[in-house]
Nanobody, 127 residues
Framework: QVQLVESGGGLVQAGDSLRLSCAAS????????MGWFRQAPGKEREFVAVIAWSGGKPYYADSVKGRFTISRDNAKNTVYLQMNSLKPEDAAVYYC????????????????????WGQGTQVTVSS
């Protein structure tokens, strides 16, 4: 059974930092791409960042470039999203997702292309 479990969300003030984690289990993810998405109330789910388990340069949404960093720890089967200089507009439920078997050949930003999803973790940013 494939499981993606996010953690690390919370309530912070604008300018603060948070690190989200996504623990993956239930299959071999080594050939997958792992993405982070977010969804604010009344809005569509939007792409944040993606990385290949196999390595290589990650890809970011313009809105988070320079503030967020995605990384992975293959030994722990965990993907991270370090979020710095948080803004109120970053508030959302954050989801991690796996895009099967792409191995970093290219990155999808459409959430419909992702195969497995976590349950999400809430990030709230007060101004």
């Amino acid at each position: 059974q494939v499981q993606l479990v996010e953690s690390g969300g919370g309530l912070v003030q604008a300018g603060d930092s948070l690190r989200l984690s996504c623990a993956a289990s239930g299959r071999t993810f080594s050939s997958d791409n792992m993405g982070w998405f977010r969804q604010a109330p009344g809005k569509e789910r939007e792409f944040v960042a993606v990385i290949a388990w196999s390595g290589g340069k990650p890809y970011y949404a313009d809105s988070v470039k320079g503030r967020f960093t995605i990384s992975r720890d293959n030994a722990k089967n965990t993907v991270y999203l370090q979020m710095n200089s948080l803004k109120p507009e970053d508030a959302a439920v954050y989801y991690c997702a796996a895009d099967r078997d792409l191995g970093g050949r290219y990155f999808n930003t459409d959430p419909r292309e992702y195969d497995y999803w976590g349950q999400g973790t809430q990030v709230t940013v007060s101004s």
